[in-house]
Antibody
Framework: EVQLVESGGGLVQPGGSLRLSCAAS????????MGWVRQAPGKGLEWVAN????????YYVDSVKGRFTISRDNAKNSLYLQMNSLRAEDMALYYC???????????WGQGTLVTVSS | DVVLTQSPLSLPVTLGQPASISCRSS???????????LDWFQQRPGQSPRRIIY???NRDSGVPDRFSGSGSDTDFTLKISRVEAEDVGVYYC??????????FGQGTRLEIK
């Protein structure tokens, strides 16, 4: 059974940093692209970033470029999102997702909440 | 960027009645490999999104056959033949043809009348 478990969310001040993690199990992690999608309170879904199977390619939504870094450790079956210079508009529930052919997000975690507030 | 426009944004439906959600794209979603990467997700209250339809019309495992997807080019539709109480939630379309960025529709909230 595919499982994705996010962690690392919490309360951070504007301008602060946070590192999200996603522990994957139930599939061959190194065979899939992975990504992060976020959902602000009461709002819709917004794609944040994707990373290739071997970590050699990374893509970001414009609003986080230069501030967020997606990475992975295939030996640990783990996906990460380093978030720096956090802003109020980054406050959201962050979901980790497995990506199949055609950028389709076929499995999602339960999400980890990031709150940006002073 | 590809803009996906869903309608309606709110959909009150009587139990047992059909429901239909439209997703219109600002660009044709056929990829160079001939596939159209348009998916539908269901998000029940308090839950994570769950993919229910991929590549326009393919139902995911475990998804009831009352759900169906159709469409081509820029116009796509998710249909529920007979709405049940467990179908309440928000439905999103998503395109993975022209990315980055991957884009989602605004979401359609289905409720029971």
């Amino acid at each position: 059974e595919v499982q994705l478990v996010e962690s690392g969310g919490g309360l951070v001040q504007p301008g602060g940093s946070l590192r999200l993690s996603c522990a994957a199990s139930g599939f061959t992690f190194s065979s899939y692209w992975m990504g992060w999608v976020r959902q602000a309170p009461g709002k819709g879904l917004e794609w944040v970033a994707n990373i290739k199977k071997d970590g050699s390619e990374k893509y970001y939504v414009d609003s986080v470029k230069g501030r967020f870094t997606i990475s992975r450790d295939n030996a640990k079956n783990s996906l990460y999102l380093q978030m720096n210079s956090l802003r109020a508009e980054d406050m959201a529930l962050y979901y980790c997702a497995r990506i199949d052919n055609g950028a389709t997000h076929d499995y999602w975690g339960q999400g980890t909440l990031v709150t940006v507030s002073s | 960027d590809v803009v996906l426009t869903q309608s309606p944004l709110s959909l009150p439906v009587t139990l047992g009645q059909p429901a239909s959600i439209s997703c219109r794209s600002s660009q044709r979603l056929v990829y160079s490999d001939g596939n159209t990467y348009l998916d539908w997700f269901q998000q029940r209250p308090g839950q994570s999104p769950r993919r229910i339809i991929y590549r326009v019309s393919n139902r995911d495992s475990g998804v009831p056959d009352r759900f169906s997807g159709s469409g081509s080019d820029t116009d796509f539709t998710l249909k529920i033949s007979r709405v049940e109480a467990e179908d309440v939630g928000v439905y999103y379309c998503m395109q993975g043809t022209h990315w980055p960025p991957i884009t989602f529709g605004q979401g359609t909230r289905l409720e029971i009348k």
